[in-house]
């Protein structure tokens, strides 16, 4: 393969590359670094690529490679994310007025409920061991194969279904928990207070009738809202949406509060 060609399939992909790892970090400037390193190695290896898997999965090895001893290094959220960050936020009076101020000026600065749904998602995954978060990421929201998982994170396939049965099952069960969407009970109604703040003349009712998720969510199973989160968050791009602007704020916000605690 040729780097121009290389280069041409690259660009079609880091889209969704991107999205992963800011994903897994939940750090923009790391992400942007990532990306970046994956490429140049990429590009330093191209010679060593044989098509024994599809390049995209080659891709995401190697930035698999690059990212995980800084991620084993640093410790895991907690599974009450979002109270810790929501309390840290309420003591900040900077944040708010930054928050704001976006909402205000950027294009990307609206507030979409189906957007927070996404960024819950990706604060709440960080609880889970690493392995765990890589592999659920990656079937779940970027559809990989089981084999090509295995191969990303060097691991049989046996471990990659392990890993996928038990994160799955724990996300599942943070959530039925705690998203008010889902269940009445839920303690979590960021999505619905944070939607107040920002969108103040919005009828919240009517917004969630748009939301698959929210509008089954008396008749569902609990596997059944899970694929249907999933859903939203394969079709959100963190830097390419409406709302990408307020909601990075927000998880650098989240990131700086639960790497200080």
């Known amino acids: ?128 061991p690493l392995e765990q978060q890589i592999c659920l990421l990656l079937k779940e929201v970027y559809e990989f194969k089981v084999h090509e998982i ?14 996928l049965h038990t994160g799955r099952s724990k996300m599942v069960h943070i959530f039925e928990g705690r998203c008010a969407l889902i269940k009445k009970e839920g303690i979590c109604h960021q999505c619905s207070e944070l939607n107040g703040i920002f969108n103040p003349k919005q009828k919240l009712q009517v917004e969630l009738m748009k939301i698959e998720m929210a509008k089954e969510a008396e008749n569902a199973d609990k596997e059944h809202l899970f694929d ?7 079709g959100i791009d963190p830097f390419g949406s409406n709302a990408a602007a307020l909601q990075l704020h927000h998880l650098e916000h989240n990131r700086m509060v639960m790497e200080n605690i």
């Open 228 to 234: 249907l989160r999933m859903q939203i968050v394969q």
């Open 150 to 163: 295995a191969q990303i994170i060097a691991n049989t396939e046996a471990i990659v279904k392990y890993y």
């Open 1 to 128: 393969m040729s780097t121009e060609q290389f280069n041409q399939e690259f660009g079609a992909i880091r889209g969704q590359l991107k999205s992963y790892i800011l994903r897994i970090t939940a750090s923009v400037a790391d992400t942007e670094d990532l990306v970046q390193d994956t490429y140049l190695k990429c590009v330093e290896k191209l010679d060593s690529f044989r098509g024994e898997s599809s390049l995209k999965t080659w891709i995401f090895t190697i930035a698999f490679n690059l990212a995980k001893d800084n991620l084993r290094a640093k410790k895991r959220w907690a599974e009450n994310v979002t109270d810790i960050c929501k309390e840290a936020a309420m003591s900040n009076q900077a944040f708010f007025q930054e928050a704001m101020h976006i909402r205000m000026t950027s294009p990307q600065g609206h507030f979409e409920i189906r957007e927070h749904i996404a960024f819950c998602f990706t604060c709440i995954s960080k609880s889970l």
